[in-house]
T-cell receptor
Framework: DADVTQTPRNRITKTGKRIMLECSQT?????MYWYRQDPGLGLRLIYY???????NKGEISDGYSVSRQAQAKFSLSLESAIPNQTALYFC??????????????FGPGTRLTVL | AQSVTQPDIHITVSEGASLELRCNYS??????LFWYVQSPGQGLQLLLK??????LVQGIKGFEAEFKRSQSSFNLRKPSVHWSDAAEYFC???????????FGTGTRLQVFP
């Protein structure tokens, strides 16, 4: 089984709808992240969480919200989806045992299309 | 502020040829540098990373990268490319006081038989 899973893998929705993307991990990591990937722009950080009680905005958090339900679960919500939120969304986790940046482990991605 | 530049958007090589993907970073202190690969329809997988020590680092799948502080570069190399290496490659930089990574815009590698 994959260590980082995302559901759904693909979603098509309409403008104005509320959408939730879910991420689960079995790696036991405290740190979780949500990124979006757009062609030519690479990955951009939306939100990140260093533990269940710690949520932080990334560089492009407007229009998004998150919930860290447990150490293993981190959900991303689009309260009112708009077409320019059409993108590939990735969840990632990392362990931070030594106080330095370390490897992030990515889920397979969710392709979201907003019509 | 940290930043990463991957100057090549798209590279095409023949199978068996050597490969070098460029990455330049901007960071005031010693950076933590990563190369990730994204195969079609997949998430990102770590190829290799540099934190300190030997400036030539070996990764998975026969890849290596060299950290050159004087040039602010961390180029990825492979001596002989295989068709299965066709993918998108991302360079990323991290910092000592945070666990956030800044990603470059990626280089798409196409391999011809």
């Amino acid at each position: 089984d994959a260590d980082v899973t995302q559901t759904p893998r693909n979603r098509i929705t309409k403008t104005g709808k509320r959408i939730m993307l879910e991420c689960s991990q079995t790696k036991g990591h405290d740190r979780m992240y949500w990124y979006r990937q757009d062609p030519g722009l690479g990955l951009r950080l939306i939100y990140y969480s260093f533990d269940v009680k710690d949520i932080n905005k990334g560089e492009i958090s407007d229009g998004y919200s998150v919930s860290r339900q447990a150490q293993a679960k981190f959900s991303l919500s689009l309260e009112s989806a708009i077409p320019n939120q059409t993108a590939l969304y990735f969840c990632a986790t990392s362990d931070f045992p030594t106080g330095i940046s370390d490897t992030q482990y990515f889920g397979p991605g969710t392709r979201l299309t907003v019509l | 502020a940290q930043s990463v530049t991957q100057p090549d958007i798209h590279i095409t090589v023949s199978e068996g040829a050597s490969l070098e993907l460029r990455c330049n970073y901007s960071y005031g202190a010693t950076p933590y540098l990563f190369w990730y690969v994204q195969s079609p329809g997949q998430g990102l997988q770590l190829l290799l990373k540099y934190f300190s020590g030997d400036t030539l680092v070996q990764g998975i799948k026969g890849f290596e990268a060299e950290f050159k502080r004087s040039q602010s570069s961390f180029n990825l190399r492979k001596p002989s490319v295989h068709w299965s290496d066709a993918a998108e490659y991302f360079c990323a930089v991290g910092a000592s006081n945070t666990d956030k990574l800044i990603f470059g815009t990626g280089t798409r590698l196409q391999v011809f038989p």
